[in-house]
């Protein structure tokens, strides 16, 4: 302000010459924003003059006194001089006027008069868009106007535009009549600026745009949760006429659709359950949606009234408790929709949000452009809701549960989305989203939901289960080494046979099976030779030769090559063709080999020995499975019968499998009620009788 000269600056203004004008409005445009300098100009006198510029100049001249006087009224100065004349002339500015600059400051100007309800000087009472009403009314492609320079290829017009699109919607929701703003909201819509500011919203000019596009994303908020706190009132005409039109849309006429079956005239007694209420009042259930759930419903009805047809037929031909109750389902959407996008947050939220992230690399998380279309999304979000109750076959008890997997998938899918994803994708995703992949999701999410609550209590479980889950396995592995089994033998005596005997040494015909059994009391590996396989197993004291567990050192096989978590066996296991002729030998590529050490006397097999101090291991026995199963069940198990880990794919996947399953059922079991809570309690067997079952296909749990 020092540099200057407020009089000489004011006499300006007014001066003959048309570029002495410019220059001291162009200083002006820059000053003005001082309160002290714009208290000092209109003291001198300046605005009277302003106001004549923008009246009656043209050109750069014009623009520069309308982002004057814009930046003076956005000081809240200067509202006495904001007369009707200047409104008309402004609005004219917005329609005819092809110039860009004149163009931002005029809307600019329109922006500051309908955003300060509280500053209206000629009619008290009226408050903004009404204030520009009468010159509005003489230009009735204003609306549209306004809504095509959102779209302009300059971002500072874009911006300007829709902040006075802003502005008149925010207005328009706190000060007009309930009959009212819905017609100008309907009336905006219809102008496409919802596809305007979606498609800004998803362009590379977000950046420039944030503010306005983050007030519209607010805005945006605060209809539909203006809409949700109004209740539906059969009183009131639109609801009226609403609720009737999902009636006369349902063709109650067509048969077996609502007519009495009788074929009276008179109305089906389940005239409105018949359309998926709880009840024949309809109006209550709308209690926790609102206005809006009755909107998302007819939505859905009008836009594809063929398919709401066909769907009610179909429902008619299901029991009636494995009907899908269309209307509450379309209720839950809507619920879960509210939820997700946290429209009863503050619409401040969004604003504070960008001034957070505007520095940094997750910038786009902040807007929202999907809920521009929540018509959309509530119409897909219904439709996945009716696919999934069809697909598990679900009836009146579950639907929760099917509610839950629409919460999941809307999460998922929506709240997953980047920005730049077009709704139509989102669309097909929602639709073609696989229902295995959503209850792994399920299970995933409850399991994230308990450990973050209980955190070292869920790990404590979850290791209990593993370790419960290893000893059941351990269990499992060591009872086939009890039955026994029948492995193919090899001609190779020297390494294959065991250890060498008398016996073995006067054997003159080659065996081709060997049996092997683990004895009862779990210390001694029994086994002997065949020529052939018996239909019947033999029994343990038929088994000549035994392996005295205290002397083995080491059981190694080429299976230990599969690590625990990585592939399947299968990979690491390749079985040779076997030969069936018993007198031929019959080999196989996986090998399991004990090792160990021989006592001195070969009758001597006493713990005493199992040291194998001074002494030489030897190769006490080989064997050579024929199946993955087989090998993992062999191998395994005396692995674990000597306490050693098990090191197969297929035994360490069954042990996470038991584990993860049990930590499923404790989770199942259990209502989570408050994740504040301090030391909560995990619940324990008790209170389960012999009824209660686990479907781990179905992953449901019942009683």
């Given amino acids: 302000m020092d540099s200057i000269n ?131 009314d003489l230009h009735p492609q204003f609306l549209p106007m306004l809504v095509e320079k959102i779209t302009s290829a300059d971002h500072a017009l874009c911006a300007n535009s829709l902040q006075l699109i802003n502005a008149l919607m925010r207005d328009a929701i706190a000060n007009d009549e309930d009959t009212e703003w819905p017609k100008f909201i309907k ?50 005409p639109d609801h009226r006429r609403a609720i009737r039109g999902l009636h006369v849309a349902s063709s109650p006429d067509k048969p077996g659709t609502g007519v009495d079956p009788k074929g009276s005239k008179k109305h089906h007694p389940e005239k409105w359950r018949r359309l998926g209420f709880e009840t024949e009042s ?122 839950e997997l629409v919460r999941i998938l809307v999460e998922q899918i929506v709240g997953q989305a980047p920005r730049v994803k077009d709704i139509r994708e989102v669309e097909e995703e929602l639709t073609d989203f696989d229902i295995q992949r959503l209850r792994e999701l399920q299970m995933e999410l409850l399991e994230l939901t308990y450990e973050d609550a209980w955190g070292h209590h869920l790990r404590q479980v979850r290791d209990e289960l593993n370790h419960e889950a290893l000893q059941f396995v351990k269990e499992q592995r060591i009872r086939c080494l009890l039955q026994g089994a029948w492995f193919p033998q090899t001609m190779s005596y020297a390494s294959d046979a065991g250890p060498i005997t008398s016996k073995s040494l006067n054997r003159t015909i080659p065996s081709s099976w060997r049996y092997v059994r683990l004895s009862h009391n779990r210390r001694y590996l029994h086994y002997a030779d065949f020529y052939s396989k018996t239909e019947q197993e033999p029994r343990l004291d038929t088994l000549q030769e035994k392996i005295d567990l205290s002397i083995v050192s080491s059981v190694v096989s080429n299976v230990s090559a599969s690590a625990p978590s990585t592939s399947s066996s299968s990979s690491t296991l390749k079985t040779l063709p076997a030969h069936h002729n018993s007198h031929t030998s019959i080999t196989t590529s996986t090998k399991i080999t004990i090792h160990g050490y021989l006592p001195s006397d070969p009758n001597a097999h006493s713990r005493s020995n199992s040291s194998g101090s001074g002494q030489k291991e030897s190769v006490l026995l080989q064997l050579h499975p024929q199946s993955h199963t087989l090998a993992s069940e062999w191998l395994d198990g005396l692995l674990m019968l000597l306490n050693q880990q098990p090191i197969t794919a297929d035994t360490n996947k069954l042990v996470n499998l038991i584990g993860g399953y049990g930590l499923k059922i404790r989770l199942l079991n259990v209502r989570f009620e408050d994740v504040g809570m301090e030391d909560p309690v995990l619940p324990g067997r008790e209170g389960l009788d012999e009824e209660y079952y686990y479907d781990i296909g179905g992953m449901e749990a019942g009683a």
């Fill in 6 to 136: 407020v009089s000489e600056l004011v006499e300006r203004l007014s001066s003959d010459e048309e570029s002495v004008r410019k220059m001291a409005v162009f200083k002006l445009q820059s000053a003005i924003g001082d309160p002290s300098f714009a208290d000092v100009f209109i003291s001198e006198g300046g605005l009277p003059k302003l106001r004549f510029l923008a009246l009656h100049s043209t050109g750069n001249t014009l623009a520069y006194c309308l982002t004057s006087l814009s930046r003076l009224l956005e000081l809240d100065k200067g509202w006495d001089h904001v007369s009707d004349d200047l409104i008309k002339r402004v609005v004219e500015l917005v329609v005819a006027q092809p110039l860009v600059n004149v163009n931002r400051g005029a809307m600019s100007v329109l922006a500051a008069i309908v955003g300060h309800p509280s500053h209206r000087a000629s009619q008290p009472g009226v408050t903004g868009f009404q204030r520009l009403k009468p010159a509005v």
């Fill in 187 to 236: 009336q905006l819509q219809e102008l496409g600026v919802i596809k305007s500011v979606y498609g800004l919203m998803q362009s590379s000019a977000v950046q420039d745009l944030a503010h306005p596009l983050l007030e519209f994303q607010s805005l945006t908020k605060v209809l539909l949760r203006k809409w949700r706190e109004e209740k539906v009132d059969l009183e009131k």
């Fill in 282 to 403: 309809p109006a209550w259930e709308f209690d926790a949606t609102g206005f809006l759930g009755l909107m998302d419903l007819t939505d859905f009805v009008y836009k594809n009234e063929d398919g709401f047809q066909k769907l009610l037929l179909e429902q008619s031909a299901e029991a009636p408790e494995q009907r899908c109750p269309i209307a509450r389902a379309s209720l839950a959407v809507t619920s879960i929709l509210y939820e997700h996008f946290e429209v009863d947050k503050s619409d401040e939220n969004d604003s504070q949000r960008y001034v957070v992230l505007e520095s940094r690399s997750n910038f786009d998380r902040a807007f929202r452009p999907l809920l521009l279309h929540w018509s959309r999304l509530h119409t897909s979000g219904l439709n996945s809701f009716i696919r999934l109750w069809k697909a598990a076959e679900a009836d009146g008890e579950d639907f929760e549960k099917i509610e």
